[in-house]
């Protein structure tokens, strides 16, 4: 069979690629990376760079790409064939890469190479490279005893099967529930582009009236413009209560959360270490779980008086302007917005009809074309669907990377947003490996002959996405195993990516990218200086939030002892609500499910780690502040000087240097809280 999953030497051809090639390729490359193992292991002679390390990133590439179009596919086309397709070879793949971390032998050689003669000849990336590859291998349990590997093998395979359920219960359960209206009374406040939608998706069904549903377009727009507080309270408990106790017992996540927790405490435990969050924190920044908890609580400290006061007003507003006795969690969006417009005069649906799809992306490429000097064109490419665009970046008429965008929500693609990568950059006997990045995310699609329009949430997380893509795409890191976001401590990841978001508050930005979906119209300015000034409206009940889920994260991996076994949810539950008495001003009701939906931790990659979105909004925050310094007083903080400087010592160098060392090679100085806080209105500019 021709398999185009075997494909190298050009894109991948989604419109050949399909669920039957899935097991026959990873297979084959499976068995491949095995042969090559067993062949440089069969040999006695030292290792060296060129012979041992270059075969091995080589073959490790190949099977990485492949599987990564399966992961990608499971991710955006979860219909069955894909989804069994991923689930048959997850084991198998989980198995592989298991039995390499444990080789010890093959950790040996690498030892030598890093202990022997031609170390101290390697340029500092390669040596880096050596010395990331030996933690990797102590934490993928190679230095255990021999009896002890089959078990920890075991709980790695375990776990990489619970994840993807976790995350297949969780858009099973997301897509389980509708809103069937039949009544118009019962749709007052709602804005027509979403019930334009709405009315599209049940005639699709077959249907009359409008289906809601909980996908993030269709579920938001309730929550903030529904007059009808029934409504809102439905929806909120349906999303509140997804894949839980509440629903199917199929789609229960509480008993996975429960199981993840007692094999990354075992893991952690085989490995040595008191807790998983002791294992997670040894590839960040942060030296020990409590240098993050204090972290966290003084942060908390700082923010909680702002939330408190943020809160007070909401309430004091319900009752005196909405007449709710009682503010109750599922009132708290459609009060904050009707607050919103009652102070600025605007609200977030007037300011969306501005943003049609097409100019947002114009204006967001404008903004990298001025920062760093390069063009992104379009190019046709084979897509996974009709709404998917491919596009290249080049400087100087020099080909950069390649990038995909699939912007528009579907019941078959998993809730957020994300960039993951297709290729990396290396420097391979045929020249630089140029990368390809895909960036994903669930906005509102096309209503009608209109395009898609975005609210400025939605471009400030197409920004964020971006920055994460920049990061990938703009690295002149040659090795692969540092270049780009590979080898980036986990809590400086966040950096490129929140440090872009800033832009959309600017201007001469903002000026570039906006035209009203009907008359064309830019946005004006008076409706710009009513966004400016509500931009820190409710920023303390935003920080803590967040700060909440950090915590909880933190905790739940530090503090619970899951040595006996599963966690119970009831636990699970209680710690929750323990760090909301400490931090949170809102507690939902007793019913609310938030654990089992928190895929970030229990199905993707920020286990312990959650707090690395405001660890690095420091960095962020100070890094911008240089683009604020020098754009002063010139009205544009799109400085090509500062934004050169930025891809030389943050973008370009990836993983090759610890982070904090590139943050200060920018800033010429440690990072500063200061600036976040200022940023969130939480100290005087």
């Known amino acids: 069979m021709n398999n185009p999953l075997l494909e190298f030497d050009a894109l991948p051809d989604f419109d050949t690629i399909r669920p039957e090639h899935v097991e026959p390729a990873i297979s084959q490359l499976i068995d491949e990376n095995?042969?090559?193992?067993?062949?440089?292991?069969?040999?006695?002679?030292?290792?060296?760079?060129?012979?041992?390390?270059?075969?091995?990133?080589?073959?490790?590439e190949r099977l990485g790409r492949?599987?990564?179009?399966?992961?990608?596919?499971?991710?955006?086309?979860?219909?069955?064939?894909?989804?069994?397709?991923?689930?048959?070879?997850?084991?198998?793949?989980s198995s592989f890469y298991a039995e390499v971390g444990q080789n010890l032998a093959l950790y040996k050689k690498y030892k030598?190479?890093?202990?022997?003669?031609?170390?101290?000849?390697?340029?500092?990336?390669?040596?880096?490279?050596?010395?990331?590859?030996?933690?990797?291998?102590?934490?993928?349990?190679?230095?255990?005893?021999?009896?002890?590997?089959p078990r920890f093998k075991a709980i790695q395979e375990e776990f990489s099967s619970?994840?993807?359920?976790?995350?297949?219960?969780?858009?099973?359960?997301?897509?389980?529930?509708?809103?069937?209206?039949?009544?118009?009374?019962?749709?007052?406040?709602?804005?027509?582009?979403?019930?334009?939608?709405?009315?599209?998706?049940?005639?699709?069904?077959?249907?009359?009236?409008?289906?809601?549903?909980?996908?993030?377009?269709?579920?938001?727009?309730?929550?903030?413009?529904?007059?009808?507080?029934?409504?809102?309270?439905?929806?909120?408990?349906?999303?509140?209560?997804?894949?839980?106790?509440?629903?199917?017992d199929e789609l229960d996540n509480g008993p996975l959360i429960g199981r993840i927790l007692a094999l990354r405490e075992e893991e952690a435990r085989m490995l040595g270490y008191g807790n998983f969050a002791e294992v997670s924190l040894v590839a960040k920044m942060a030296e020990s779980p409590q240098e993050v908890l204090t972290f966290l609580?003084?942060?908390?400290?700082?923010?909680?008086?702002?939330?408190?006061?943020?809160?007070d007003e909401l309430q004091r507003f319900a009752r005196e302007s909405l007449g709710l006795a009682e503010l109750e969690p599922w009132d708290v969006a459609y009060a904050s917005e009707k607050l919103r417009q009652a102070r600025y005069a605007f609200s977030e649906q007037e300011v969306k009809q501005y943003f049609p799809e097409p100019k947002v992306i114009d204006g967001l490429f404008g903004v990298i074309r001025r920062l760093y000097g390069v063009d992104i064109l379009p190019e046709d490419a084979p897509r996974w669907d009709p709404s998917a665009r491919f596009f290249r970046i080049e400087r100087n008429g020099d080909?950069?990377?390649?990038?995909?965008?699939?912007?528009?929500?579907?019941?078959?693609?998993?809730?957020?947003?994300?960039?993951?990568?297709?290729?990396?950059?290396?420097?391979?006997?045929?020249?630089?490996?140029?990368?390809?990045?895909?960036?994903?995310?669930?906005?509102?699609?096309?209503?009608?002959?209109?395009?898609?329009?975005?609210?400025?949430?939605?471009?400030?997380?197409?920004?964020?996405?971006?920055?994460h893509g920049l990061h990938h795409l703009l690295t002149q890191v040659d090795e692969l195993a540092l270049s780009g976001i590979h080898g980036v401590e986990w809590d400086a990841v966040?950096?490129?990516?929140?440090?872009?978001?800033?832009?959309?508050?600017?201007?001469?930005?903002?000026?570039?990218?906006?035209?009203?979906?009907?008359?064309?119209?830019?946005?004006?300015?008076?409706?710009?200086?009513?966004?400016?000034?509500?931009?820190?409206?409710?920023?303390?009940?935003?920080t803590v939030r967040q700060l909440e889920f950090a915590m909880f994260d933190l905790r739940l991996h530090s503090e619970i002892d899951a040595s006996a076994g599963p966690v119970s949810v009831d636990r699970v539950l209680a710690l929750i609500d323990e760090v909301r008495r400490e931090i949170a001003v809102i507690t939902p009701p007793a019913w609310h499910r938030f654990p089992h939906s928190f895929?970030?931790?229990?199905?993707?990659?920020?286990?312990?780690?959650?707090?690395?979105?405001?660890?690095?909004?420091?960095?962020?925050?100070?890094?911008?502040?240089?683009?604020?310094?020098?754009?002063?007083?010139?009205?544009?903080?799109?400085?090509?000087?500062?934004?050169?400087?930025?891809?030389?010592?943050?973008?370009?160098?990836?993983?090759?240097?610890?982070?904090?060392?590139?943050?200060?090679?920018f800033r010429g100085r440690e990072p500063r809280v200061d600036a976040l806080l200022r940023h969130s209105g939480m100290i005087e500019a």
């Open 66 to 93: 492949a599987w990564g179009i399966v992961g990608h596919m499971h991710s955006v086309m979860d219909v069955p064939e894909w989804r069994d397709a991923y689930n048959q070879m997850l084991p198998a793949i």
């Open 399 to 467: 080909l950069v990377g390649h990038f995909y965008i699939d912007l528009h929500a579907r019941e078959t693609k998993r809730g957020g947003a994300w960039m993951d990568s297709a290729r990396s950059r290396q420097l391979t006997a045929r020249g630089v490996q140029t990368p390809i990045a895909y960036l994903v995310c669930n906005f509102s699609g096309p209503s009608g002959n209109k395009p898609a329009t975005f609210t400025h949430d939605d471009v400030q997380t197409l920004f964020h996405e971006c920055g």
């Open 162 to 248: 619970l994840a993807a359920k976790f995350s297949e219960n969780l858009l099973d359960a997301t897509n389980a529930h509708a809103e069937w209206i039949e009544d118009e009374a019962m749709l007052t406040g709602i804005p027509d582009d979403v019930l334009d939608a709405a009315r599209t998706a049940a005639e699709k069904a077959g249907r009359s009236g409008w289906k809601f549903t909980l996908q993030m377009p269709s579920y938001l727009p309730v929550m903030q413009y529904a007059e009808d507080r029934a409504l809102r309270a439905r929806m909120y408990r349906a999303y509140a209560t997804r894949a839980s106790e509440f629903g199917p």
């Open 599 to 665: 895929s970030h931790i229990f199905a993707g990659g920020y286990a312990a780690g959650y707090y690395s979105y405001k660890w690095a909004e420091v960095l962020s925050a100070d890094a911008f502040e240089a683009f604020e310094e020098a754009g002063a007083g010139k009205g544009s903080l799109l400085d090509p000087v500062t934004g050169e400087r930025f891809w030389r010592e943050i973008l370009a160098v990836g993983g090759s240097r610890p982070a904090i060392e590139s943050f200060k090679a």
């Open 112 to 149: 030598a190479l890093h202990d022997g003669p031609e170390f101290a000849t390697l340029n500092p990336v390669r040596q880096r490279i050596l010395e990331h590859e030996l933690r990797d291998f102590r934490l993928a349990g190679a230095e255990l005893p021999d009896e002890l590997k």
């Open 34 to 60: 095995r042969t090559l193992i067993n062949s440089l292991l069969a040999d006695p002679a030292a290792p060296t760079w060129d012979d041992f390390v270059v075969p091995m990133t080589v073959a490790g």
């Open 297 to 311: 609580r003084d942060l908390a400290a700082r923010a909680k008086p702002f939330a408190e006061r943020d809160l």
């Open 494 to 542: 966040e950096l490129p990516s929140q440090f872009m978001e800033n832009f959309c508050w600017e201007w001469d930005v903002l000026q570039g990218m906006t035209a009203h979906v009907d008359s064309g119209e830019p946005l004006p300015r008076e409706l710009f200086d009513k966004m400016i000034a509500a931009r820190n409206f409710q920023s303390g009940m935003q």
